[in-house]
């Protein structure tokens, strides 16, 4: 297949006009089988989902209500543009975790990347949606559950590193080659200055759940802002962050130290109203005291959102194709070279998904 006269995201990381092939699910530098009409078009690789909770009434925690099939949640994703996921579990008990990872092993679709681990080390303080009932203080034994039940897919683990207990678990993380994100987190900026200095990272939905920035104690969010060695993760959803303090973020960090997120949950896909204890309502839920508690947005809506900010298409596959895949580990992804996989959107002039090819594979 040949995509032809389309604006393409190149190995340079500018989007340039030229033919981009593919074959056999792989991208080549020619191609006679075909052909896709991209004219006035961007042609990005998929997009890289690396902290989402579940979609379309699936959830990737432990859950009764929700815990159905993931290959339709993935399959809900991949027509989204959304072409490969890190499932993001929230914080439960150990046995729960063990469960969860479990079922994301089981699942056995190369859609999934890795899994990231939200909790269950977060600081009460900054809970934010997290389950007060489900908290723990890092454990050696916990993590080492959950590794083993991941089945090395654990690729991320958020946790606050001013908890009793946190260097035993960044000592096992930084052996096992898990990245270390700071999140839900009251942590100063001396602490989180020295969580860096010990392995983290990574900052967990920047702004959200950790101690917000004062002139005079900008804490972890002063740091990350202005600290290099940390990638920051961004929902695009213009509820859990103004635009302002996004243009902020990415000013501060540049493109190439953002990661886009969705931080979506089941309710994704879904119709407005109530489930549960959560309400959903312009693409965001929350819980009875006002909480926000996670997106219903997918990341391609955050996506769209960065383009009516004023991103270009570039930094916005820098920021939601490029990082997510460096994140992971993966390098068959996330950008558009020879003999990598053919993971491919084509967005119009407004910068909505109107193609998507998975793994070379037209599906929609």
Do not use: W
Request: with cysteine; net charge negative.
């Amino acid at each position: 297949m040949k995509i032809k006269n389309g604006l393409v995201f190149d190995e340079n990381k500018t989007m340039t006009k030229k033919d981009l092939c593919f074959e056999d699910g792989i991208i080549t530098e020619n191609s006679l089988n075909g052909e896709y009409d991209a004219t006035d078009c961007y042609v990005l690789p998929g997009f890289i989902d690396t902290h989402i909770h579940g979609s379309c009434d699936i959830d990737f925690s432990f859950s009764a209500d929700h815990r159905g099939d993931i290959k339709k949640a993935l399959d809900y994703l991949s027509s989204c543009g959304v072409t490969s996921i890190m499932p993001t579990t929230a914080t439960n008990s150990p046995e729960e975790l063990k469960s969860d990872f479990e079922r994301i092993v089981a699942a056995n679709d190369d859609r999934i990347i890795g899994i990231h681990a939200e909790g269950p080390f977060v600081n009460p303080v900054r809970k934010g949606g997290m389950n007060p009932d489900r908290l723990q203080l890092p454990s050696l034994e916990t993590i080492k559950i959950m590794n083993e039940a991941s089945n090395g897919l654990l690729k991320i683990l958020t946790m606050a590193p001013e908890l009793d207990g946190a260097d035993k678990v960044i000592d096992y993380c930084n052996k096992n080659n898990i990245a270390l994100s700071l999140g839900h987190t009251d942590t100063t900026f001396e602490e989180a200055q020295e969580a860096v200095n010990k392995g983290y990272t990574r900052l967990t939905h920047t702004y959200n759940a950790m101690r917000p920035f004062s002139h005079r104690d900008p804490g972890v969010l002063g740091f990350a802002l202005t600290d290099s060695r940390v990638n920051c993760e961004l929902i695009c959803d213009l509820h859990h962050v103004s635009a302002a303090a996004i243009k902020l973020a990415v000013k501060a960090k540049g493109a190439e130290n953002i990661t886009m997120i969705s931080d979506s949950l089941f309710l994704e896909g879904l119709p407005e109203g109530a489930y549960g204890n959560l309400t959903v309502k312009d693409g965001f839920a929350r819980l009875p005291d006002g909480t926000i508690c996670g997106s219903a947005c997918s990341l391609a809506v955050g996506a769209k959102n960065m383009f009516d900010l004023g991103f270009s298409p570039s930094e916005i596959a820098t920021m939601a194709c490029v990082n997510p895949a460096r994140a992971a580990g993966v390098t068959d992804r996330g950008e558009l070279k020879t003999g990598m996989r053919a993971d491919i959107i084509i967005l119009d002039k407004e910068f909505n998904v109107i193609a998507v090819f998975q793994k070379g594979e037209r599906i929609k």
